[in-house]
Structure formats: structure tokens, C-alpha cells
């Protein structure tokens, strides 16, 4: 204990230098605490940002699996609307060309299981009303018979990949039929 006196009796400030490095502390403690939340917080920020690029990636790269086919789909379409169309178009009554029917039948069904296969639907909305998002309108026809927007006639069916428009359809569209004016005869 008397070491401790003299130190204090050598140093008159000894008493008050620890109050002033305390304050100090206190000063440096805090700067150091609001250092540490800037840093917890920027490590929070690039974890977060970590986690956005890779659900990004993820979701590029799902999306490349799911829509891989979409370009050599579309190059196929026409093929299936010509098979389609030859189909439409011979008579299915004639026995000459019944071979040639069945064969051009089978390799479209051959198609169609393929195109399924790989999530490629096709689009054959005759009869349904008219969606802009996934038909074109090719025509409008007035009728009577049917409600007006709904789709009377399918020109080209439309396909989808997993869920994405590949191809609308073309359609022609329904429309109210004009009104019918009197005539001058029948007015008089």
C-alpha cells in the first residue's frame, strides 16, 4: 500500500487521468460499437445481395431448361400446320389416297405426343370468347348464331411452351350483327 501512495504522491494527476481515459474509453467504445453495426449491417446487405444473385441464377437457369425448345419449336410448327392442313384438305372418303391419309394421321400423332412430351400445348380456341393475350384476330364476322367476341373460326392454332405464348392463334372473331335499318318502301 505504500507503493500505491507514493505512485500517487509522485503523480498528483494520477487520480484524474484514469477519469479522463475513462471518458475516452466511453468515446472509443462507441465509435467502435457504431463501427460494428455499419459493418454487421453492410454484412447483412452483401448476404442479402448474395442470396438475390443466386435465386437469380437459379431462375436463369430454370428458365433455360424450360424454354431450351422454344426457337426449334417454332421452326417445327409449320410442319404440324402443313400435316394439318394436307389432312383438312384430301377426303377421307377417297380410297386411293387412304393409305396416304393413315401414314400423314399417324406421323401427326407422332408430333402431337411428341410436342406434349415436352410441355408444347396447342392453342384451338374455336368457340371460346376472344383473348387478346393468346389469339390474333384475323377477321371480324357478323353473326347471330354465337355471342359477339367469341372466336367462330380458327385459321392457325397458337402454342404455348410451359405456359409462355409461343404462337397466338389467328382467328376470326364474332361481332353483333348490324342493325337493320327500314327500308324506304316500308317506311311509306
Same mark, same amino acid.
Given at each position: 500500500?505504500a ?5 500517487d504522491t ?9 477519469e ?7 468515446a472509443?467504445?462507441q465509435?467502435?460499437e457504431?463501427?460494428?453495426a ?17 435465386r437469380r &441464377?437459379e ?6 431448361h424450360k424454354?431450351?425448345?422454344e ?5 417445327l410448327l409449320p410442319i404440324?400446320d402443313?400435316?394439318e392442313?394436307?389432312l ?5 372418303? +377417297?380410297?386411293?389416297i ?6 400423314? !394421321?399417324?406421323?401427326?400423332?407422332m ?6 412430351r415436352?410441355q408444347l400445348?396447342a392453342?384451338?380456341?374455336?368457340g371460346e370468347?376472344?383473348? &387478346?393475350?393468346?389469339?390474333q ?7 347471330? +348464331?354465337? !355471342? ?11 402454342y404455348?411452351?410451359n ?5 397466338p392463334?389467328?382467328v376470326?372473331?364474332s361481332?353483333a ?5 327500314p ?5 311509306a
Open positions: 500500500m507503493d500505491e501512495q507514493t505512485v509522485q503523480n498528483p494527476d494520477a487520480n484524474q487521468a484514469p479522463a481515459s475513462g471518458e475516452d474509453l466511453a472509443r467504445v465509435v467502435l457504431e463501427q460494428l455499419g459493418a454487421q449491417d453492410q454484412a447483412l446487405r452483401v448476404a442479402a445481395d448474395l442470396q438475390n444473385v443466386r &441464377a431462375q436463369d437457369v430454370e428458365k433455360a424454354f431450351a425448345l426457337k426449334f419449336a417454332g421452326d404440324v402443313s400435316l392442313r394436307g383438312e384438305l384430301s377426303s377421307p372418303d +377417297d380410297e386411293s387412304r393409305p396416304m391419309r393413315e401414314g400423314i !394421321e399417324l406421323t401427326l400423332k408430333f402431337h405426343d411428341t410436342l406434349k415436352y400445348e392453342i384451338d380456341p374455336h370468347p376472344f383473348n &387478346a393475350v393468346q389469339h384476330a384475323m377477321a371480324m364476322q357478323e353473326s347471330a +348464331d354465337v !355471342e359477339p367476341n367469341s372466336v367462330l373460326k380458327v385459321f392457325q392454332k397458337g404455348q411452351l405456359g409462355r405464348l409461343l404462337r392463334a389467328m376470326v372473331v361481332k350483327p348490324a342493325p337493320v335499318s327500308s324506304i318502301d316500308e317506311q
